[in-house]
Every structure is written in structure tokens, then in C-alpha cells.
């Protein structure tokens, strides 16, 4: 056998007598058992065989080691394919094999103390998972310490390693410690007890030291501190039974704490050592990982233990909780259900668990068993939301919350505090706090209602009648406000068509001597006649505005009589439309009378109704109509008569507005002889803007009007229709309207009436009915069916009459200068009226052009700023920009109010759109103090509040002016 230099490392003690020689002599002790078959077998089949971490035992370095070795043997074949030789290779894995075997016994300590639950499992399975490994643990000994600790020095060398320092400290260790188990060590050997330690003896110092500094302390036979009953066992998988002659001792202390002086330490486990392995550096390194290994398990166990012991603690602290619980809750209940104050607890999943003797009374829940939503229930509807609102901040917010509620269980009123007219509902003030737990969950809540039902009827009564006059007090205001604007356009017209008419008498009187009589000229005779037309309409207008209020005054002081006669209803509407010819041929609205099959039917002729109230109603919804279908693209008004033997109500009883069971309903007097009862239904439709069912519920409301833009774009005092509504229940009917957005509206009223026994001529389809034609002379023909009466007019045919127009586009400017000469020789004034109001626009103008003024017009805010970007204020104006001088604004108007307006000359001023201040004078019927300094703070310049005459006006414009220069 030859072999080379790193042999020489396998061969050990027998090199070098082992080269030349052969190894089946000087291998003699392992020839047989392992190589014998390998040569032979090489032999026979020529193969070559690979052996992987065979264990052997070498004599190297002093001693008999444990080595791995992967080797090869090849054969080496003769001339004549013989085997002839080996060659033989030989790589040491000693390293890594060791590492597996150390790290497998690392896991199992891992695995087997995971399933502990107490210290007892614990140090069981610590054991067993070193009985897998004998060759690097040869014995296990573990030990429990049993006793608190006591302060001792421990002294031991300064020493540093790779795993800390250790040095001398003051050291807390166990009195004494008991055995716990032991792997492969006879048990008769073993001290079952060590008692307190004696700095005398070498195994207690190296114990102290292991735990004061939480590093493994080796013994050993040649340092004369391995006990002596760990002296003679053998190592069971050596060769030749060599004995251990070395061990390290373990501290396990459980990294739940990090207690410097070793005191968490609960015992220590004593490693056999490998004899076949010397205890160096990797070696060193494997076993602090187990004893870190064994102090993280056992913190877990004592974690555990820690906690079940808590556990069973809280339950005796629970327990005895339990009993002062229920003492104390004895005691409040039997306080509780003596007071008059209601108590309730309700717990975390909404469950009143408590309830007094008050409480079940107020509620009227008198189940054991109720739940919080059940409470609710018992409180009245009115207050229910508020009740939901403040219960949910107690249980989601948990927020102390204290609010009044009315329950639906009735209390007997014992004062005068209740009036008839107060539902003696009983009232509480609930006072509800939220109990939260230590995670911030809500435990309970706990409750007391207090009955306040007296204070609330008392508080109640105060209340209504507060809000009763100041409800009164608003609708007066704003009644005064729109009759006042209603009154004061008019009248403001009427004021400048008198001047205009005394100024037209004076300039005639004064331009004629005494010798020749005054003349009038053909055109100041027209436009003093469109004057005096103007004043009428006007007057007209605040005519009807004032009956209005005289009825509303009859209506609420009961004086407002019916009187039935026999009446021929389709002449009272006839006469209704005949009024509003006039109108309706300036607006341009045809308008037509249309009686139904079903009052021709029933052979209809008189009836007993009051024709005065009849003809008020009609007057009121046809003039409503009239004013919101001016605007549309098409203009019709339709009158319906019908009638019918049953109730219409009760067909369509949605379409009916539903009247006061306090109404009186006339009846027909005792003189007259009476026929069979029928109700007629009247009927007004139109094809005006229409109306939303928001809208649709605001009508027939004393002041009111559908919304807030109607009386700004349409006028009126909000009265009409509440005044229809009163008449016709007083009548003992009932009224109401349908209606779609921009399609029309159509207002529907029946009357119970009985027919009366008159002569009255058959209706058929060849009656004659007269029809307005547009030149104004009537022409009788035969009507075709449906029955009709028409009114017809077309705009252009009275060119000098004030007819009200649509609203403009916002680019469309009516501009009008004058073309006359200045009566007056100061500097022309160039004025823009901004008026919707078409005759309160024209009078003015023509006023001022009298004056030389150069008057431009406006409908609304809209036109207003279209027209200032053509004038010089505007920065893009050139040569020919108009020379504005001041802008006569007024505050409603359609499309865009004069407020609105101001607003926007203001902030273009600001951001250099209009280079110059604009002079704005605000033309208003808003006349109270507090609305002419909306204006004057939206930003006018003065307020003339109507009804304004020409001569103040132009002196307010020329002061302004003159502080503007």
C-alpha cells in the first residue's frame, strides 16, 4: 500500500509504517468487517464501489477520534483484465456530518417542548429529545431548582468568549434543587437532591458560575469537578467503551426576564460530553444554542403556567365580584322600584336587563324581558327621530346624552297646564349614560327617565300661541310687502301719467294768448288718451287687489254671506270671460267656453247658487290664468261646465284639495222650491308654464303663492286662489288643480247645488253664441260642439294699448332714444331703465325724454349688463360707445333681480371689465327702512322707492352725478 502526503491524515498512528505494508495486518482491527467484502467484490465484478460518512475511529491527535469519510475504491485491471490493484480515495466529513446530527438534536428540543404545558412536560419532553443524539450527549441530567434564592458572591475569572463575559458578581441562586430525570445514566448514581450549595465543593461553583453568567460551565475529570457519580459511565457507541471524562452544565433560564444575577433561572440540565470529540469551538458553539433553545421553551411554558395561573385568580376574584354584585344589585332594586323616578339598564346587545316599577308605567312594557328597539317603539311618533339620533350616539359614539321625549302611554292631566287642544301625551327627560368596558366596547348603558309631562303641556301652550303670533306676524309682513309692491307700481305709473298729463295741459296753456284758445294737437291727444288708459288699467289693478282684501277681511270675521238664487250658470261664465276681453286680446289668448255632455244630459237649467261668489271664483282663476299663460308659446284659456249626480270627489278625490270640517255649507232657503241635487264642476285650464307637485301643495295657502319667483315674474298678492278655496268650501264644494311642468294647469272646483224650477231654454248645437272678433264687433254664428264661446285678439291690432310681453332673450336690447327735440337746454343725460314692469317702463321713459334725457331700456338685470358692455364704461369701448350717464335700476325682475345685478356692475368694476364707477339709482317698491338698506349694501348708489315722481327722481340722479364728477 502506498498513499500520498494528505493520507498521511487517515492513517494516523500507523503512518509511516503503514506505507509499503499491507493494510490487511495493519488495518486487522476493521479489515474483516468493512473492507474484506468491498476488495472481494471488486474483485469479482471489476466495479468500483462508493462509500458515503462512513464512521471511524482513528488514533489521531492524542486519542481515539470519531471521523467521517467519504471513500472510493476503484479496481485497476491487468494486461490480461485481471484485477491487479485499488485505487482507493478518501475525503473527510467529519464537519458536516456532525453539524447535521447536532442541528437535528437542536430541532427535536424545538419539537418536543412545543406540546409542553407545564414545567413537569416540559422537562419530560426536554429528555427525550436528547435521547436521539447518544454520540454528542453520551448522558442527560436535568435538575429543578425548588426554592427562592438568596444573595451569595460568586466569584469567577474575567473571562471573555464569543458568547459574553463572565466576572464576579453578586449572584441570587437556589437554597436547593431536586432531580428531574436522567439518559442513560443509572438512577442509583444520582444525588436525588442537592442541598445548599457550599463554595467548597468544585460542582456547586461551576453551577453558580453557569447561572450568574447564563453560559454553559464545563467539568471535567482533569480539573478534578466532575462529580463522582458522573465518573465511571462509558460511552455506549465507542469502539472500545471509553469513558466520558467530561460534561458541561446548562443554566435554563427562560428569556421571559433578563435578570442579570441568574434569578429567573428554573434549574440547569448536566450534557455528557463526546470522549471521541474534543470540546472545541464548534462544539461549544452547538450547545449554547440548545440552552438557547431551552430557555426559549421553557419561557413559554412558564408564560403558560403564568397565565393559567391568572386564570384561575380572575375566576375566584370573579366569583367573589359575583357575589358583591348580586348583594349590591338587591339593594338598588329594592330602592329602585320604590322610586318615581323610571330606571333601566340596558346591556351590550341591546337588551333592557332592568327595568323599575316606574318604567314598565311609562312605557307600558310590563314583558320580564324587552329589548332598547322595543322602548322606542312606545314613544310617539313625533318624537321617535330625535329619540333614534340621541340613542345611537349613546351606543356608537358612547356619549352621555340627555333628551326629551314624548311617549304614546297617556297621563292624566292634574292641572289646568293641559288645554283641550294639548294631547295629554306623557313626557319624559331621558338622562342616558353609556357604560364602556376596558377595549372600548360599550357594556351597558344605564338610564333614568323623570316625568315631565306637566312642564311640556305648559311649555306647549306658551309654544303654540308664540308661534301662532309670530306666524301671524310673518305672513302680515309679507302680505304687506307684495301688497305694497302690487300697490306702489301702479301707482307710481298713475303719478307720472298725471304729471305727464298736467305737464301736456300746461305747455299748451302756456304756449296760447288770450285772443286764441288752447289746441290740442292729434298726437298729443293719443298719447294723453294711452296716459289716461294707463291710469285706469292701473287703478283696475289695485281695485281688484283691494276687494281682495276686503273679502280675506269678510272671511276672517265670518261676514262673508252666500245667497242662493236661481242662477243660470252658463251666463255667469260667459260674463266672467266677457271681462276679461280686454286682457285677454292684449295678451293674445284665445279663450273659449266649453259645456260638457253630462250637464247637457241631466237636461240642466237654473240652479240655487249664489252668482256673486260664482262669478268671483271665475274671475280669480281666469285672471290667474291669464297671468301665467301671457308668456307662452301657446295661449289658450278653456271654461268646462259639466255636472253629475254623485260626488266627483269620490272619483278622483287626489285632485281635491281637502276642505275644513268647520265650514258651513249654505243651504237653500225654505221659500224656494227646491228640484234634485246635482254638483256642477267648473273647470279652468290653460296651457301656461304649469306646475311641480311641490309647487302644486304650496296653492290655495293664505299669502301664498306656488314659489318664491312667482310673485317677482307674475305679480300678485298671494290672495286669489286662497280666497277661491274659501269661497267654494263655504259653497260646500271643494277645489283643487292637476298640472305638468311647461304643459299647463288646470284648476277644478264642484258646487253642490239643487236645480231649480225655471224656464230656462234648451241647450243644442244651434245655439247662437256671440264671438269677439279681432276688430271688436261681434258677429253672431252657430257654434259647433263642444259648445264655445271665443275670444280671439292678436297683439299687433292695439299698437298704443300697454300689452305685457315675454321676457327677452339676454342679448336682445330694446333701445329707444328720443327723437324729439330737448325741451331742456342742460346737457343731455343718457339714462337706461331697467323695468320688467312694460308700463312702468314706458311711462317713465317717455318722461324722461321730455326732460332731453336719451332713455335706454331694459326687461331685466340680464339685458342691464349686456347693454353696459356697449357703452363707455366698458374697457373694450370705442369712438361710438353710448355716453351712459346713470342706470335706473329696479329690484324684482324676472331672469335676474336688480339685487343680483348691482352685484355683478360691482365686481366687474373690481376686475377691470368697466373701467369707470357706474352710477346706479335703485328704482324699488320695497320700501321698508331695512329693504332700502339691502339695496344701498348690495351696492346702489341711491334708492328711490316707488311711487316715484319724475322731478325728485332727476334731482337724486343729478346730485349723484355731481359727486361722481
Given at each position: 500500500?502506498?498513499?500520498?502526503?494528505?493520507?498521511?491524515?487517515?492513517?494516523?498512528?500507523?503512518?509511516?509504517?503503514?506505507?509499503?505494508?499491507?493494510?490487511?495486518?495493519?488495518?486487522?482491527?476493521?479489515?474483516?468487517?468493512?473492507?474484506?467484502?468491498?476488495?472481494?467484490?471488486?474483485?469479482?465484478?471489476?466495479?468500483?464501489?462508493?462509500?458515503?460518512?462512513?464512521?471511524?475511529?482513528?488514533?489521531?491527535?492524542?486519542?481515539?477520534?470519531?471521523?467521517?469519510?467519504?471513500?472510493?475504491?476503484?479496481?485497476?485491471?491487468?494486461?490480461?483484465?485481471?484485477?491487479?490493484?485499488?485505487?482507493?480515495?478518501?475525503?473527510?466529513?467529519?464537519?458536516?456530518?456532525?453539524?447535521?446530527?447536532?442541528?437535528?438534536?437542536?430541532?427535536?428540543?424545538?419539537?418536543?417542548?412545543?406540546?409542553?404545558?407545564?414545567?413537569?412536560?416540559?422537562?419530560?419532553?426536554?429528555?427525550?429529545?436528547?435521547?436521539?443524539?447518544?454520540?454528542?450527549?453520551?448522558?442527560?441530567?436535568?435538575?429543578?431548582?425548588?426554592?427562592?434564592?438568596?444573595?451569595?458572591?460568586?466569584?469567577?475569572?474575567?473571562?471573555?468568549?464569543?458568547?459574553?463575559?463572565?466576572?464576579?458578581?453578586?449572584?441570587?441562586?437556589?437554597?436547593?434543587?431536586?432531580?428531574?430525570?436522567?439518559?442513560?445514566?443509572?438512577?442509583?448514581?444520582?444525588?436525588?437532591?442537592?442541598?445548599?450549595?457550599?463554595?467548597?465543593?468544585?460542582?456547586?461553583?461551576?453551577?453558580?458560575?453557569?447561572?450568574?453568567?447564563?453560559?454553559?460551565?464545563?467539568?471535567?475529570?482533569?480539573?478534578?469537578?466532575?462529580?463522582?457519580?458522573?465518573?465511571?459511565?462509558?460511552?455506549?457507541?465507542?469502539?472500545?467503551?471509553?469513558?466520558?471524562?467530561?460534561?458541561?452544565?446548562?443554566?435554563?433560564?427562560?428569556?421571559?426576564?433578563?435578570?442579570?444575577?441568574?434569578?429567573?433561572?428554573?434549574?440547569?440540565?448536566?450534557?455528557?460530553?463526546?470522549?471521541?470529540?474534543?470540546?472545541?469551538?464548534?462544539?461549544?458553539?452547538?450547545?449554547?444554542?440548545?440552552?438557547?433553545?431551552?430557555?426559549?421553551?421553557?419561557?413559554?411554558?412558564?408564560?403558560?403556567?403564568?397565565?393559567?395561573?391568572?386564570?384561575?385568580?380572575?375566576?375566584?376574584?370573579?366569583?367573589?365580584?359575583?357575589?358583591?354584585?348580586?348583594?349590591?344589585?338587591?339593594?338598588?332594586?329594592?330602592?329602585?322600584?320604590?322610586?318615581?323616578?323610571?330606571?333601566?339598564?340596558?346591556?351590550?346587545?341591546?337588551?333592557?336587563?332592568?327595568?323599575?316599577?316606574?318604567?314598565?308605567?311609562?312605557?307600558?312594557?310590563?314583558?320580564?324581558?324587552?329589548?332598547?328597539?322595543?322602548?322606542?317603539?312606545?314613544?310617539?311618533?313625533?318624537?321617535?327621530?330625535?329619540?333614534?339620533?340621541?340613542?345611537?350616539?349613546?351606543?356608537?359614539?358612547?356619549?352621555?346624552?340627555?333628551?326629551?321625549?314624548?311617549?304614546?302611554?297617556?297621563?292624566?292631566?292634574?292641572?289646568?297646564?293641559?288645554?283641550?287642544?294639548?294631547?295629554?301625551?306623557?313626557?319624559?327627560?331621558?338622562?342616558?349614560?353609556?357604560?364602556?368596558?376596558?377595549?372600548?366596547?360599550?357594556?351597558?348603558?344605564?338610564?333614568?327617565?323623570?316625568?315631565?309631562?306637566?312642564?311640556?303641556?305648559?311649555?306647549?301652550?306658551?309654544?303654540?300661541?308664540?308661534?301662532?303670533?309670530?306666524?301671524?306676524?310673518?305672513?302680515?309682513?309679507?302680505?304687506?310687502?307684495?301688497?305694497?309692491?302690487?300697490?306702489?307700481?301702479?301707482?307710481?305709473?298713475?303719478?307720472?301719467?298725471?304729471?305727464?298729463?298736467?305737464?301736456?295741459?300746461?305747455?299748451?296753456?302756456?304756449?296760447?294768448?288770450?285772443?286764441?284758445?288752447?289746441?290740442?294737437?292729434?298726437?298729443?291727444?293719443?298719447?294723453?288718451?294711452?296716459?289716461?288708459?294707463?291710469?285706469?288699467?292701473?287703478?283696475?289693478?289695485?281695485?281688484?287687489?283691494?276687494?281682495?282684501?276686503?273679502?280675506?277681511?269678510?272671511?276672517?270675521?265670518?261676514?262673508?254671506?252666500?245667497?242662493?238664487?236661481?242662477?243660470?250658470?252658463?251666463?255667469?261664465?260667459?260674463?266672467?270671460?266677457?271681462?276679461?276681453?280686454?286682457?285677454?286680446?292684449?295678451?293674445?289668448?284665445?279663450?273659449?267656453?266649453?259645456?260638457?255632455?253630462?250637464?247637457?244630459?241631466?237636461?240642466?237649467?237654473?240652479?240655487?247658487?249664489?252668482?256673486?261668489?260664482?262669478?268671483?271664483?271665475?274671475?280669480?282663476?281666469?285672471?290667474?290664468?291669464?297671468?301665467?299663460?301671457?308668456?307662452?308659446?301657446?295661449?289658450?284659456?278653456?271654461?268646462?261646465?259639466?255636472?253629475?249626480?254623485?260626488?266627483?270627489?269620490?272619483?278622483?278625490?287626489?285632485?281635491?284639495?281637502?276642505?275644513?270640517?268647520?265650514?258651513?255649507?249654505?243651504?237653500?232657503?225654505?221659500?224656494?222650491?227646491?228640484?234634485?241635487?246635482?254638483?256642477?264642476?267648473?273647470?279652468?285650464?290653460?296651457?301656461?308654464?304649469?306646475?311641480?307637485?311641490?309647487?302644486?301643495?304650496?296653492?290655495?295657502l293664505r299669502f301664498s303663492q306656488a314659489n318664491q319667483r312667482t310673485h317677482v315674474q307674475y305679480g300678485g298678492s298671494g290672495l286669489g286662489l286662497f280666497i277661491c278655496k274659501e269661497i267654494v268650501e263655504l259653497c260646500g264644494g271643494r277645489i283643487g288643480v292637476t298640472s305638468q311642468p311647461g304643459k299647463g294647469s288646470t284648476f277644478k272646483f264642484f258646487l253642490p247645488v239643487q236645480t231649480a224650477?225655471?224656464?230656462?231654454?234648451?241647450?243644442?248645437?244651434?245655439?247662437?253664441?256671440?264671438?269677439?272678433?279681432?276688430?271688436?264687433?261681434?258677429?253672431?254664428?252657430?257654434?259647433?260642439?263642444?259648445?264655445?264661446?271665443?275670444?280671439?285678439?292678436?297683439?299687433?291690432?292695439?299698437?298704443?294699448?300697454?300689452?305685457?310681453?315675454?321676457?327677452?332673450?339676454?342679448?336682445?336690447?330694446?333701445?329707444?332714444?328720443?327723437?324729439?327735440?330737448?325741451?331742456?337746454?342742460?346737457?343731455?343725460?343718457?339714462?337706461?331703465?331697467?323695468?320688467?314692469?312694460?308700463?312702468?317702463?314706458?311711462?317713465?321713459?317717455?318722461?324722461?325724454?321730455?326732460?332731453?334725457?336719451?332713455?335706454?331700456?331694459?326687461?331685466?338685470?340680464?339685458?342691464?349688463?349686456?347693454?353696459?358692455?356697449?357703452?363707455?364704461?366698458?374697457?373694450?369701448?370705442?369712438?361710438?360707445?353710448?355716453?351712459?350717464?346713470?342706470?335706473?335700476?329696479?329690484?324684482?325682475?324676472?331672469?335676474?333681480?336688480?339685487?343680483?345685478?348691482?352685484?355683478?356692475?360691482?365686481?366687474?368694476?373690481?376686475?377691470?371689465i368697466y373701467t369707470k364707477w357706474v352710477p346706479v339709482v335703485g328704482v324699488t317698491a320695497n320700501a321698508r327702512p331695512e329693504q332700502v338698506k339691502k339695496a344701498m349694501d348690495a351696492g346702489m348708489d341711491e334708492v328711490a322707492t316707488k311711487p316715484v315722481r319724475i322731478a325728485t327722481l332727476m334731482e337724486q340722479i343729478r346730485e349723484l352725478l355731481s359727486r361722481e364728477r
Amino acid at each position: 500500500m502506498i498513499y500520498n502526503e494528505r493520507f498521511v491524515e487517515f492513517a494516523g498512528q500507523k503512518h509511516p509504517r503503514l506505507m509499503g505494508s499491507t493494510p490487511v495486518i495493519e488495518y486487522a482491527e476493521v479489515w474483516d468487517t468493512m473492507f474484506a467484502a468491498i476488495i472481494k467484490r471488486g474483485k469479482e465484478k471489476r466495479e468500483a464501489t462508493r462509500h458515503k460518512d462512513v464512521q471511524l475511529f482513528l488514533h489521531r491527535h492524542g486519542y481515539l477520534e470519531e471521523v467521517f469519510v467519504t471513500y472510493t475504491f476503484v479496481p485497476i485491471l491487468g494486461a490480461d483484465a485481471s484485477v491487479v490493484g485499488f485505487y482507493h480515495t478518501a475525503v473527510e466529513t467529519t464537519e458536516q456530518v456532525l453539524a447535521m446530527r447536532r442541528t437535528h438534536t437542536l430541532l427535536g428540543i424545538g419539537n418536543h417542548t412545543t406540546s409542553a404545558r407545564s414545567i413537569k412536560d416540559y422537562w419530560a419532553a426536554l429528555l427525550a429529545a436528547f435521547e436521539s443524539n447518544p454520540q454528542d450527549v453520551p448522558y442527560v441530567a436535568a435538575f429543578e431548582f425548588k426554592e427562592l434564592s438568596e444573595d451569595i458572591s460568586a466569584r469567577s475569572s474575567s473571562t471573555n468568549n464569543k458568547y459574553g463575559p463572565s466576572s464576579t458578581a453578586s449572584s441570587r441562586v437556589p437554597r436547593s434543587c431536586g432531580f428531574v430525570g436522567a439518559v442513560r445514566i443509572p438512577i442509583t448514581g444520582i444525588p436525588m437532591s442537592l442541598e445548599a450549595l457550599n463554595d467548597q465543593d468544585h460542582f456547586s461553583q461551576a453551577v453558580r458560575k453557569c447561572i450568574s453568567t447564563g453560559q454553559a460551565t464545563e467539568l471535567n475529570r482533569d480539573e478534578h469537578n466532575l462529580p463522582d457519580w458522573l465518573c465511571d459511565i462509558n460511552h455506549e457507541s465507542s469502539p472500545d467503551a471509553t469513558k466520558c471524562n467530561s460534561a458541561v452544565v446548562v443554566p435554563i433560564r427562560p428569556t421571559a426576564r433578563d435578570e442579570g444575577d441568574g434569578q429567573n433561572a428554573i434549574g440547569f440540565i448536566v450534557l455528557g460530553l463526546n470522549p471521541h470529540r474534543k470540546y472545541e469551538e464548534t462544539y461549544e458553539r452547538y450547545v449554547h444554542l440548545w440552552g438557547r433553545q431551552m430557555a426559549t421553551s421553557a419561557a413559554s411554558v412558564v408564560l403558560l403556567e403564568q397565565e393559567i395561573r391568572r386564570q384561575e385568580q380572575l375566576a375566584i376574584q370573579l366569583s367573589i365580584s359575583a357575589k358583591t354584585q348580586r348583594q349590591t344589585q338587591a339593594r338598588f332594586s329594592r330602592f329602585a322600584e320604590l322610586a318615581d323616578v323610571a330606571m333601566w339598564i340596558v346591556d351590550g346587545e341591546d337588551q333592557v336587563i332592568y327595568a323599575n316599577r316606574a318604567w314598565r308605567e311609562q312605557t307600558q312594557l310590563h314583558d320580564e324581558i324587552q329589548m332598547a328597539s322595543d322602548w322606542i317603539k312606545a314613544v310617539a311618533p313625533d318624537s321617535r327621530a330625535t329619540v333614534e339620533k340621541a340613542w345611537k350616539r349613546v351606543v356608537e359614539e358612547k356619549c352621555p346624552q340627555v333628551f326629551e321625549a314624548q311617549l304614546t302611554s297617556p297621563k292624566a292631566a292634574t292641572d289646568d297646564a293641559a288645554s283641550e287642544k294639548t294631547p295629554k301625551l306623557r313626557w319624559i327627560l331621558c338622562s342616558a349614560f353609556p357604560e364602556v368596558g376596558e377595549g372600548g366596547t360599550l357594556e351597558s348603558v344605564w338610564a333614568c327617565n323623570t316625568d315631565i309631562s306637566h312642564q311640556k303641556w305648559a311649555e306647549a301652550l306658551v309654544e303654540q300661541r308664540l308661534s301662532d303670533v309670530l306666524e301671524t306676524k310673518r305672513q302680515s309682513e309679507n302680505f304687506i310687502d307684495m301688497t305694497s309692491h302690487e300697490m306702489r307700481n301702479p301707482l307710481s305709473a298713475i303719478m307720472q301719467c298725471a304729471d305727464g298729463i298736467v305737464s301736456s295741459l300746461n305747455d299748451m296753456l302756456t304756449s296760447a294768448d288770450q285772443t286764441t284758445p288752447a289746441a290740442f294737437s292729434q298726437s298729443t291727444i293719443n298719447v294723453m288718451l294711452e296716459m289716461a288708459q294707463t291710469i285706469v288699467l292701473c287703478a283696475q289693478h289695485q281695485n281688484r287687489i283691494v276687494n281682495d282684501i276686503l273679502t280675506l277681511s269678510k272671511l276672517d270675521a265670518s261676514l262673508l254671506t252666500v245667497t242662493l238664487v236661481a242662477t243660470d250658470p252658463i251666463g255667469t261664465l260667459e260674463s266672467a270671460l266677457k271681462l276679461h276681453q280686454r286682457e285677454l286680446l292684449n295678451a293674445g289668448i284665445t279663450g273659449s267656453l266649453i259645456v260638457e255632455d253630462s250637464y247637457k244630459d241631466l237636461g240642466i237649467g237654473g240652479v240655487f247658487l249664489d252668482p256673486s261668489r260664482l262669478l268671483q271664483l271665475l274671475i280669480n282663476l281666469v285672471a290667474n290664468a291669464i297671468k301665467f299663460t301671457q308668456f307662452a308659446d301657446q295661449r289658450k284659456i278653456s271654461l268646462r261646465l259639466g255636472a253629475s249626480l254623485d260626488n266627483p270627489a269620490a272619483a278622483d278625490d287626489h285632485d281635491y284639495f281637502v276642505g275644513r270640517s268647520s265650514r258651513v255649507i249654505a243651504e237653500t232657503p225654505n221659500q224656494l222650491v227646491a228640484g234634485m241635487k246635482v254638483y256642477l264642476n267648473f273647470a279652468v285650464e290653460d296651457t301656461g308654464c304649469g306646475l311641480n307637485e311641490e309647487e302644486r301643495q304650496r296653492l290655495f295657502l293664505r299669502f301664498s303663492q306656488a314659489n318664491q319667483r312667482t310673485h317677482v315674474q307674475y305679480g300678485g298678492s298671494g290672495l286669489g286662489l286662497f280666497i277661491c278655496k274659501e269661497i267654494v268650501e263655504l259653497c260646500g264644494g271643494r277645489i283643487g288643480v292637476t298640472s305638468q311642468p311647461g304643459k299647463g294647469s288646470t284648476f277644478k272646483f264642484f258646487l253642490p247645488v239643487q236645480t231649480a224650477p225655471v224656464e230656462t231654454p234648451p241647450i243644442n248645437q244651434s245655439a247662437v253664441w256671440p264671438i269677439l272678433t279681432p276688430s271688436g264687433r261681434g258677429t253672431a254664428i252657430a257654434s259647433d260642439v263642444p259648445h264655445a264661446t271665443q275670444v280671439v285678439g292678436r297683439q299687433e291690432e292695439m299698437p298704443d294699448a300697454p300689452i305685457p310681453t315675454a321676457i327677452t332673450q339676454p342679448t336682445e336690447i330694446n333701445n329707444h332714444s328720443s327723437k324729439t327735440k330737448p325741451s331742456h337746454t342742460e346737457t343731455e343725460l343718457h339714462i337706461l331703465v331697467v323695468e320688467d314692469n312694460l308700463i312702468n317702463q314706458k311711462v317713465m321713459a317717455n318722461q324722461l325724454r321730455k326732460l332731453g334725457a336719451a332713455v335706454y331700456v331694459a326687461d331685466h338685470g340680464l339685458d342691464a349688463l349686456a347693454f353696459l358692455d356697449k357703452t363707455h364704461f366698458s374697457k373694450d369701448a370705442s369712438g361710438d360707445s353710448i355716453p351712459l350717464s346713470v342706470v335706473l335700476l329696479d329690484s324684482e325682475m324676472p331672469v335676474m333681480d336688480g339685487l343680483t345685478c348691482i352685484k355683478y356692475i360691482r365686481e366687474r368694476q373690481q376686475t377691470g371689465i368697466y373701467t369707470k364707477w357706474v352710477p346706479v339709482v335703485g328704482v324699488t317698491a320695497n320700501a321698508r327702512p331695512e329693504q332700502v338698506k339691502k339695496a344701498m349694501d348690495a351696492g346702489m348708489d341711491e334708492v328711490a322707492t316707488k311711487p316715484v315722481r319724475i322731478a325728485t327722481l332727476m334731482e337724486q340722479i343729478r346730485e349723484l352725478l355731481s359727486r361722481e364728477r
